[in-house]
């Protein structure tokens, strides 16, 4: 197999393992900042149980969130290390401020978090749960400003070192401030809201339809499916910013998405198959509300793929489908959480077996949305591994072969796949336990 596929298949597998677990810490880590909160305001200690549940399974996500993240950073030296020396010192300034600036902060209270809840103070223990918190969000932070200046390169210049071309930062800040990454900061981390809020729902709906730990299952779900809430209204507009992001900078992408061949005016598919060997779309659609949602008017055109440079397209299904999936299931969380709001005013929500049913596997939805909408973003930049700047080609390592990328892929994905297994065993563990012990915690 040629070794650029091979390395980016790692890539993938590292860091798609790896994106199933910062966005449940950091919508846990929202979710006890909220029941903390409740203890200290209402001395109910109802809450306070809650939160030492909740915290065992935010460790667990933490512990194993870290493990695998710490790989992704080998690979930039061994299978991309002409990208690392030639963007290496803007991309490395965001990890670096990652690691001084967030995880430092969140892994300094997260002691106090775990076990410190008979050794502090309620507030000062509180206040140990806002800066955990507020760590993971600031740890997405400057990792989305690493990629999101992969996407939208700003304050930089090229320069010439002894003969060798690389990148160096000229604006601080414009790099960090970079066009896509607030955009795509607010997205990131209202889907973050939203999956660590399915995972509450779904192991409160087992609860509930166990008929165990009932006052622990309906007062979890209750803060879970306000945070869901939340989360779900706000990837309406976080999406529609990102989306706008790719009109203003990365029109190419758009015409993917959309499976937009001749510059037309845009239409909004309901449901549609992509025929991409006579460059259509066959299916229900709103004619031109897609022109619509980006320029205000039904009437204007939208360019094409067909206009851009065949060698600066991107493949056109893996992110076409990828992109309408994150789409249908995000308009699908609103639905679910609308309709469980709607049972909760009624006073039906908690007996209703079979919606119960329903939600303790919607906790795998959000997870499928978050992969679906990184590989949209980055299948869709290619061929540019930095945008417009290098190409995905150039940025390999020129003594790396593709026996040692296979071998290595390979031994990664067993690793991964007992860490997952593991994960799963330890986390059916503490749900099977339940709340009720109060024993000391361990991750």
Known sequence: MDVELLARIQFAVTAGFHFLFPPMSIGLGVILVIMEWRFLRTKNMMYERMAKFWTKVFALTFGVGVATGIVMEFEFG???????RYVGDIFGSPLAAEAIFAFFLESTFLGILIFGWNKV?????????????????LSAFWIIVANSWMQTPAGFQIVNDGGVMRAEITDFWAMVFNPSTLSRFS??????????????????AYYL????????AKSSLRIA???????????LETGHRSAMNVVNYQPEKLATFEGHFNTAVLDLYFIGYLDVENERIIGLKWPGFLSFLIYGDFSTHVKGRNDFPKDELPPIQLPFQAYHIMVALGMAFIGIVLFSLLLLWRKKLFEKKWYLKILIPAFALPHIANLCGWIAAEVGRQPWIVYKILRTEDALSKVVNASEVLFSLILFTLIYLILAALFVFLLIKKIKHGPEEMEPLTI
């Open 225 to 235: 499916l306000f945070l869901a809430a939340v989360a779900a209204l706000l990837q």
């Open 78 to 84: 061994t299978n991309w290390a002409t990208y690392s």
């Open 209 to 216: 339809l166990k008929r165990r730990h009932i006052d622990f």
């Open 187 to 204: 997205h990131v981390i209202s889907a973050s809201w939203l999956t660590g809020a399915f995972l509450v729902i779904s192991i409160a």
């Open 121 to 137: 103070g309620p507030k000062m223990h509180f206040f140990s749960t806002c800066m955990v918190a507020l760590g993971a969000m």
